[in-house]
């Protein structure tokens, strides 16, 4: 006896149709995240480019406010009023002068403090990059009430010299750690060929590591002016003088004491007080594109 079993017509199986709603869903998914992240970063760029926008406009607005607006008549009477000896060029050049010189002066010491940290062992080491981690950390404000009493007596209060030597101790840390890490990435095997042919560790690092890592010593720069160009607070409180503040201090001079502000003069001193941030950068912009390519420095 044979029993038949009349053939069912095929249906659609449900695992189909669920694939095609998930990826249906799966593409709308995509665009929605996309459009929140868009979303995201329009509202973070109008952060910036408001307070900048302002800037500009207000520079160039004789009755400039503190809300955003289309100056009614375009002058340069702010920059008039703001360009002279004792509220611009003196400030700016004690700036120039602080800033340029604790640069320098952090520079010097970084690379010769971050060459045996980065090029020999000793148990030391850790324990000490532990020690300047620690002292980024460290609030200036819990310094400067020993630092002011220490320059009085040892006359350093109200002087160029102490200033810049101080303002160098505060950006020394991270700038070790900078100049260790753009100095790890110079192959060793360039000096110990360079020790084989009769150069000392001195002229090693004159001759052979400084030239490789240039791009990294502009960044180390560049962050360490820019630091220490925006500092307030040691030079206002280093510096007792008023012919010996920079730009930085001489700033808080538009907010009067009764809190009214000249918006349209302190915008015009904004934009000229970031010129040699800029300027800086741009100076250094090829250091900065620069990158470590070692690969044909070493054969075999």
């Known amino acids: 006896m044979t029993s038949t079993t009349a053939a069912s017509p095929m249906r659609p199986p449900r695992v189909a149709t669920a694939d095609k709603a998930a990826r249906s869903g799966t593409g709308r998914s995509p665009l929605v995240r996309r459009g929140a992240v868009n979303l995201v970063l329009l509202l973070i760029a109008a952060c910036y480019l408001v307070p900048l926008l302002w800037l500009v406009l207000a520079a160039f607005d004789a009755t400039a406010g503190p809300a955003v607006a289309w100056p009614d008549r375009w002058t340069f009477d702010n920059f008039r009023a703001v360009l002279t000896t004792d509220i611009t060029f003196r400030p700016m050049l004690n700036g120039l002068i602080l800033c340029g010189g604790a640069t320098i002066v952090t520079m010097v010491c970084a690379v010769l403090a971050a060459y045996p940290l980065s090029r020999y062992r000793s148990r030391m080491k850790r324990p000490f990059l532990l020690t300047v981690l620690f002292m980024t950390g460290l609030p200036i404000t819990a310094i400067m009430v020993p630092v002011y009493g220490l320059f009085v007596q ?147």
């Open 154 to 300: 040892v006359n350093l209060i109200d002087t160029f010299t102490g200033t810049i030597l101080f303002m160098a101790t505060t950006a020394l840390p991270i700038s070790i750690w900078l100049s260790k890490n753009f100095m790890d990435a110079v192959p060793i095997e360039l000096e110990e060929a360079a020790w084989t042919d009769g150069a000392s560790p001195m002229q090693a690092l004159r001759r052979i590591v400084l030239p490789l890592m240039w791009p990294g010593i502009a960044v180390v720069a560049l962050y360490t002016f820019i630091g220490l160009w925006g500092n307030f607070f040691v030079p206002f409180v280093l510096l007792l003088s008023n012919d010996n503040l920079p730009a930085s201090v001489s700033i808080y001079t538009f907010f009067s004491q009764y809190a009214q502000v000249v918006y349209g003069q302190l915008a015009a001193y904004s934009m000229l007080y970031s010129l040699p941030a800029v300027l800086l950068y741009l100076v250094l912009s090829r250091r900065l594109s620069g990158a470590f390519t070692f690969g044909g420095a070493v054969k075999g």
